[in-house]
């Protein structure tokens, strides 16, 4: 029943879209990514469902988070706790939020011991761009990119001589944001540096009581402060060697409604390094290294409660054969160690990773391949091979079949393993195979993509009530449908997408045939944007999302919701602009975590420089 529901849908939302899109359209773009196959390629060449968010859409849509800029992307639902800096989880088709892969200029980001990573202390002002890879990609990367890989990389000097830039805002719950930056880029060099701040008194962020929800009683403001900075730089010398550094890190202050605790002091901090050279013609090496940490004080009151920090040293060889006109073959190895430093006395502290892959990407009569293999050897559970397959073939000259397949896996964390009283030892990877078909094209009105894919995870982690501590005892078959379309008509630029879900638990126990929590089986997004003459800008989002369950024996049901942005832009010259924002325009209530309320109609206005 549930299959067919996903199918009606799919079938009324295309039906809908080709009526209205069928119009003129010239909206073309073909950005270059890294993310699905470690080398460089158009999203519209790459077998990989994939999308791309540019600078210039996080200033379009005014975006104020890295919340703002996921919701509603194809495949990915949004769990937020109460609002701007409280924890927000990110579920790609339907896996768990540690199930994805997260890195900032190449280098892997996240907790050790969570497995999450704190989205919501990534400042968006120090963001260029982002790549988000919808599918497994354990063959390349290893352990988490089950669901996928979000790729975030730090801003680049612009073209040009030196550029500096501004911006300065303010808006409803009390809130204040500014940056500032500095950037150039030279004809073999570049640079850039920028620091941004925020503060927000907030909201009420827990409607709970001391027996549900944060099982406490708080009914006071819970604000967020956060102050970043970013330099990236880079040089490309005579000889073709080009090396490129980054540095990163973000430092915020959290307010929360909790028994155990309710401010937290977080911190997040990325550094790394890039150096290229072909010795060659057809070979191309990558070195790549760098370092993250993740920082937590937890306190009640001012008292101060536990401190969970952890660091992440990596390093990359990466080997690019041309081995003719239509083949490339890669070949690397990676290192990894994972550190914590924790008030728990976890037995172990940190553990060491080696990997080593292998990707060939060739076309042959027409149809594109691509194969890779990788071998991970852990310290704690061993070894672990993956593999991934994918296939394109035009069937038109405007119209592609894809079909992809991939296995991966998720090591357990080190609360998993090693939490003193709540944890297990003897815990296996979590396990997954991946399938998914598609086919996407272009036409006279706009661009389009099509997506089916189901997905078996085995040996999830889940809490054990038998033996207080977490087991391997659930398994989950996901399928889904994902579809695009962007198009002009008469000036507006619209883009649009729909994504239906089946996240079914099963496992053996009670919860068997439920619904996997907190993923919306409905998501629908439509944004419209135009510029009026040479001055003003005029731009909506409308967001609608399905009903979703907040725990795993489905008893707690989370409403559907619906939410309407308005967003506008006036230009006042070529190097100044004033923007404004209305979000939650007919204030909807809704809630992603039980509990846990949203922002309801909601103001903010920003002036920028940049020339």
Known sequence: MQKCRLLAMAVLWLSAAA?????????????VIVTATRTAQTAESSLASVTVITRADIERQQARSIQDLLRGVPGVSISNSGGAGKNTSVFMRGTESDHILVMIDNIKVGSATSGATAFENIPIEQIDRIEIVRGPRSSLYGSEAIGGV????????????????????????????????????GT????????????????????????????????????YRNVAGSMRGGYRFQNGLEIDASFMHSAGKTELDGSFANKAVLAQQVLGGTARYSPVD??????????????????????????????????????????????????????????????????????????????????????????????DDNQQFGSRV??????????????????????????????????PGFSNPNLRPEDS??????????????????????THILHLIAFDANT?????????????????????????????????????NRSSELNRGNILPRR?????????????GQYYKLGAMLLAEGERYDDLANTRKLDSYVKFDLRAEYILNKHWRLQGRIENLFNERYETAAFFNQPGRNFFAMVRYQP
């Not at 009526?19 to 950005?31: D, L, S, W």
């Not at 008194?201 to 009683?217: L, P």
């Not at 894809?402 to 609360?415: C, I, R, W």
């Open 19 to 31: 009526n209205v899109f069928a119009a003129t359209a010239n909206h073309q773009e073909k950005p």
């Open 150 to 185: 979000i790729h975030i990389f730090t801003r680049k000097g612009d073209s040009g001589g030196l550029k500096p830039n501004f911006g300065f805002g303010g808006g409803t719950y009390g809130t204040l944001e500014g940056s500032v930056g500095l950037s150039q880029r």
């Open 188 to 223: 073999q060099g570049w640079l850039n540096m920028s620091a941004s701040g925020i503060g927000t008194k907030g909201f009420n962020a827990c409607t709970g009581s001391d027996t549900a929800g944060c099982f406490t009683y708080e009914p006071d403001r819970d604000g």
């Open 282 to 375: 057809f070979w191309r090496v990558n070195l790549i290294a760098g370092r993250s940490r993740d920082d937590s004080d937890n306190f009640l009151g001012t008292a101060f409660q536990s401190r969970f920090n952890t660091l992440r040293d990596t390093v990359t060889l990466l080997n690019d054969f041309t081995l003719g006109k239509n083949q490339l073959l890669t070949v690397g190895t990676d290192y990894q160690n994972d550190h914590v430093k924790s008030t728990e006395a976890f037995t172990v502290n940190s553990r060491t990773n080696w990997g080593a892959f292998a990707q060939h990407q060739a076309t042959v009569a027409k149809h594109d391949i691509l194969l890779s293999l990788r071998h």
């Open 386 to 419: 993956t593999g991934g397959a994918g296939w394109g073939y035009p069937l038109t000259e405007n119209i592609r079949l894809l079909a992809n397949f991939g296995s991966a896996f998720k090591a357990p964390t080190f609360n998993e393993l090693y939490f």
């Open 433 to 454: 195979r991946s399938y998914e078909f598609g086919t996407r094209g272009k036409a006279d009105w706009g661009n389009w993509s099509l997506n089916v894919y189901e």
């Open 468 to 504: 207080f501590a977490p087991a391997n005892i659930d398994q989950a078959r996901i399928r889904g449908f994902e579809g695009v379309i962007s198009t002009q008509i008469k000036g507006w630029q619209f883009n649009t997408n729909l994504t239906l879900l089946d996240p079914v």
């Open 520 to 532: 919306a089986e409905q998501s629908f997004r439509l944004d419209a944007d135009r510029q009026f």
